[in-house]
């Protein structure tokens, strides 16, 4: 993920430069970023990453490999009047789950 120099909203990845929708500053993007878009994904659900995260860590038990740390983050996915969404990823084996409130 990446912030504007100029105005600190949140920047949007196009052609290997990144670009403010809301000033319009652009900057070159790194060769170190990498994101994948799929067909089933749209462009509000990808997630800007590079080889170091900055994803805060919690206690989970990953339910792939049995590991009991994972990085962690929340995203509204539903109506907004309904609770965020949190994910999780497995530090050790990659593995991306979430939980949902019920």
Request: one cysteine or more; proline letters at 3%; hydrophobic letters at 25%.
């Amino acid at each position: 993920m990446e912030f504007c120099d100029e105005c600190g909203s949140m920047m949007k990845a196009d052609n290997g430069i990144w670009e403010c929708g809301s000033c319009g500053f652009t900057k070159p993007k790194g060769d170190a970023d990498q994101y994948t878009l799929t067909e089933d994904q749209e462009a509000s659900e990808i997630i800007e990453s590079s080889e170091e995260t900055s994803l805060p860590e919690t206690d989970a038990i990953c339910p792939e490999c049995g590991n009991d740390r994972a990085y962690w983050y929340m995203q509204q996915i539903r109506s907004a009047d309904e609770s965020e969404t949190r994910f999780f990823i497995c530090t050790e084996c990659e593995h991306k789950w979430r939980e949902d409130d019920n």
